[in-house]
Nanobody, 121 residues
Framework: QVQLVESGGGLVQPGGSLRLSCAAS????????MGWYRQAPGKERELVVF???????NYADPVKGRFTISRDNAKNTVYLQMNSLKPEDTAVYYC???????????????WGLGTQVTVSS
């Protein structure tokens, strides 16, 4: 059983910062990529950023220059440092991982339960 556990969400004022963490646990053989999606009320879930096992990253345009993703492969953990937060960043942030359970197994997508980020004065 694989679990992705997020932490670090909360309420912050505009211009403030938050750091999200996501730890993957269970019988994991390898992780191809991990990342973050977000879903605001009434909107579809959208990609925020992902990072591959090799360290390549892909940021959505609205967060470029403000958010930074990093990864600790030894801990199967990914971090999202969010700076200069705006009210439009308010959403539930979901951790996502694309991983393999065995050498020959196919890549499988897993999701965390989400953590609320609210940016408001």
């Amino acid at each position: 059983q694989v679990q992705l556990v997020e932490s670090g969400g909360g309420l912050v004022q505009p211009g403030g910062s938050l750091r999200l963490s996501c730890a993957a646990s269970g019988s994991i053989f390898s992780i191809n990529a991990m990342g973050w999606y977000r879903q605001a009320p009434g909107k579809e879930r959208e990609l925020v950023v992902f990072i591959t096992s090799g360290g390549s990253t892909n940021y959505a345009d609205p967060v470029k220059g403000r958010f930074t993703i990093s990864r600790d492969n030894a801990k199967n953990t990914v971090y999202l440092q969010m700076n200069s937060l705006k009210p439009e960043d308010t959403a539930v942030y979901y951790c996502h991982a694309n991983l393999r359970l065995s050498w020959a197994g196919p890549p499988i997508a897993y999701w965390g339960l989400g953590t609320q980020v609210t940016v408001s004065s």
